[in-house]
């Protein structure tokens, strides 16, 4: 049977574009955002930086020197000059970025996976385990983090794993809060009350329908407490109840510092540039991702 010839002035048929997906669409919002690129480069550099840091410092960070204390910038073979006891600045700093981004950032991926579980708990549960636990998170939440945070390492004593303790227990109650929101708006959605009704289980429905769609603005806001976290964590070894000396970290080295001001202003405020370059790069970041997610467009 011959076939039927095409209408006169038919458009050719187009071929189907397949549709972008959510994280995708993210991804490219994200790199068309040039302050975000900027600050997720900074971001990586430093992260290279305390990955390959002991290969990449040109002296010993523990080698001091009377003779060659409270070098300026500049100085040959101390470009960024030396400090109280002659140790290489340039050197301190680059090995300094490895403790201080693991005290930054540890406590928030712990509070992050603490928090976000109390709070889908929470969320998800309702009525009154909902308020048992809220409730409780209240009595941390109350308290400023600086102060939290100063009174709990002054309990614990000075150190690494102490600060980290008492970073992630100032950190669990904020994200608690964020996650605990989250879902329960997340809980009244059609697509949930289906799953509901189909017969499935609590856990299966916070893993397959709860769990994707809560963890991005949870993960957006933990992105910002990594700045909050780098500040406090800076904060307590520069009052000594964080890192001890002779360690390289960019908080111990303010303190230690500090008598240096009126001799060596520059190299004195180098570690607080560091401190204060990672944060605002952390903040620009979470500011990139949060208008990245929320773009509907």
Not at 127 to 149: C, E
Not at 290 to 295: G, V
Request: charged share 10%; hydrophobic share 50%.
């Amino acid at each position: 049977m011959p076939t039927r010839p095409a209408a006169a002035g038919a458009a050719p048929a187009l071929p189907a574009r397949r549709q972008r997906g959510y994280w995708a669409s993210v991804w490219l919002r994200l790199r068309r955002d040039p302050v975000a690129v900027g600050a997720a480069s900074v971001v990586l550099l430093l992260l290279l930086l305390a990955l390959f840091g002991p290969w990449l410092a040109p002296a010993d960070p523990y080698q001091s020197s009377m003779l060659q204390r409270l070098k300026p910038i500049g100085t040959a073979g101390m470009p960024l000059g030396s400090d109280e006891l002659g140790r290489d600045m340039l050197t301190r700093l680059i090995i300094g970025a490895r403790l201080s981004l693991f005290i930054g950032i540890t406590p928030v991926l712990c509070a992050f996976v603490l928090g976000t579980a109390i709070g889908i708990v929470a969320g998800y549960a309702g009525g009154l385990v909902n308020t048992l636990i809220m409730r409780t998170i209240d009595v941390f939440y109350a308290f400023p983090s600086v102060l939290l945070a100063i009174a709990l390492s002054g309990t614990l004593g000075a150190g690494v794993v102490n600060s980290l303790i008492s970073l992630t227990i100032v950190f669990i109650p904020q994200i608690a809060r964020v996650a605990e929101s989250v879902t329960t708006q997340v809980r009244t959605r059609d697509y949930v009350q289906a799953a509901r009704a189909s017969g499935a289980g609590p856990l299966t429905i916070v893993r397959v329908h709860v769990l994707g769609n809560v963890l991005g603005p949870i993960f957006v806001y933990a992105t910002g407490l990594i700045a909050v976290s780098m500040i406090l964590a800076s904060g307590l070894s520069f009052l000594g109840l964080g890192v001890k000396p002779p360690e390289p970290e960019w908080g111990l080295m303010l303190n230690t510092l500090r008598t240096a001001i009126y001799v060596q202003p520059w190299v004195a405020a180098l570690p607080g540039v560091m401190i204060f370059i990672t944060s605002i790069s952390f903040n620009l970041l979470s500011d990139g991702l949060r208008s990245a997610m929320d773009n509907k467009g």
